[in-house]
């Protein structure tokens, strides 16, 4: 065995044995009360917990904060922001408000959703009365729709957001969906534009912590708030929803440190092909997938797989000539590619296109989760000033 096969074994083996890479490997497996009961993704147990929190009179003892975290958060650059008046309406508000009244539902004592006729159940409402400083009062209506893993449906979104405006024209309507991928717009992520859309990482990052952080917090229930945080960051069907700043910090200490090692990993994984994740139908768990589904320029696409879902894209954007005044090659990073017109299609890093679909001169890389493979459609369309939606088939 050469040298350098034995220095790398070495630099491997000490990656393995490493104190910080035990810790990280134990993070990744360590069990909480959400994945003891076999829960950890019911979006039910989810709604039921976050309405706890924002519950005013909840025995997490911080009173109105973590709604009013909440609603600032909606400000947040990273949140997805809705067309119509709500934002301009909540930086009015927000600096100085104050709930009169306020009722949460599902909470510690009711469990119930919000049932509404032939719209559906609501898996968060909340209403009440804001104060302000010249003593008047406006009603305050928020919806908030959570997703896991099942599908988000833009007749759902629609039917939600049209409910809740008919009966309540006059009263601030916030309607929110939390979901662990965003798109480029709400009407892109959610199939109506009328909703603020957050992922599970900002919700850790910027509402959880601080709650973990605040004076008031009664200390019997912070260990609820540890576990669900413990939660969200495990993997379930190629979802995992945040990552913790713990992980990150050792992941950053670990490749400080076998940054050789990791680079010759990836180097390995890129030239076989297979450092993106699966695109074949099925994944670990032996679960298909069903077709996948988009909008655009208001016609729908139907594919079994990303491949099949790019070439019926890739056909209909050239013959309508949707790509002839824009720039190609493009991509979203200096490394790769999603559309090129040049022959033979190559990415900026060297590398041939791993799943190419050509057309009449053009070709798409292919090679993408189904996940990343929407929010590549999403960038394409948005370059291209095309409007693009999720659809459910």
């Given at each position: 065995m050469s040298s350098q096969k034995i220095d790398f074994t070495r630099r491997l083996l000490g990656l393995l044995s490493d104190p910080v890479f035990i810790r990280y490997t134990n993070i990744l497996g360590e069990p909480n009360f959400f994945t003891i009961v076999g829960r950890s993704h019911f979006e039910r147990w989810h709604s039921c917990f976050i309405g706890w929190l924002l519950d005013s009179n909840g025995t997490h003892l911080l009173s109105d904060y973590v709604i009013k975290r909440l609603l600032l958060l909606l400000l947040d650059d990273r949140c997805l922001k809705p067309s119509g008046q709500a934002v301009a309406a909540l930086i009015q508000i927000l600096p100085t408000l104050e709930f009169e009244s306020l009722e949460v539902v599902p909470n510690e004592n009711n469990s119930t959703e919000i049932h509404v006729g032939n719209v559906g159940r609501f898996d968060i409402y909340a209403t009440g009365k804001l104060s302000n400083s010249d003593g008047n009062f406006q009603n305050i209506n928020i919806v908030i729709e959570l997703k896991i893993d099942s599908k988000i449906r833009g007749d759902q979104s629609q039917?939600?957001?049209?409910?809740?405006?008919?009966?309540?024209p006059d009263d601030l309507n916030?309607?929110?969906?939390?979901?662990?991928?965003?798109?480029?717009?709400?009407?892109?992520?959610?199939?109506?534009?009328?909703?603020?859309?957050?992922?599970y990482q900002i919700l850790h990052d910027r509402l959880l912590l601080p709650i973990l952080g605040h004076p008031n917090l009664n200390e019997r229930v912070k260990p609820f708030i540890i576990q669900y945080i413990k939660n969200l960051s495990v993997r379930y069907r190629g979802i995992k929803m945040a990552i913790t700043d713990e992980e990150k910090q050792l992941a950053i200490t670990l490749y400080d440190k076998y940054r050789d090692v990791f680079d010759s990993i990836f180097d390995a994984l890129q030239s076989a092909s297979v450092i993106e994740e699966s695109v074949s139908g099925a994944d670990s768990t032996g679960r298909l997938y069903d077709k996948m589904a988009v909008k655009i320029d208001e016609k729908i696409f139907v594919g079994v797989d990303v491949k099949d879902l790019f070439k019926q894209v890739l056909e209909y954007l050239v013959d309508t000539n949707k790509l002839s005044n824009f720039k190609f090659p493009w991509g979203t990073s200096t490394k790769r590619y999603i559309v090129t017109n040049v022959e033979p299609p190559?990415?900026?890093?060297?590398?041939?296109?791993?799943?190419?679909?050509?057309?009449?001169?053009?070709?798409?890389?292919?090679?993408?989760?189904?996940?990343?493979?929407?929010?590549v459609l999403?960038?394409?369309?948005?370059?291209?000033?095309?409007?693009?939606?999720?659809?459910?088939?």
């Open positions: 039917k939600y957001a049209d409910w809740l405006i008919k009966n309540y916030i309607l929110i969906y939390l979901l662990p991928n965003l798109l480029t717009t709400p009407k892109a992520t959610v199939g109506d534009a009328r909703w603020f859309c957050l992922d190559i990415h900026p890093s060297g590398r041939n296109f791993f799943v190419p679909v050509g057309y009449e001169g053009f070709t798409m890389e292919a090679h993408y989760s189904r996940n990343r493979a929407i929010k999403d960038s394409l369309c948005t370059y291209i000033q095309l409007e693009f939606e999720l659809v459910e088939v």
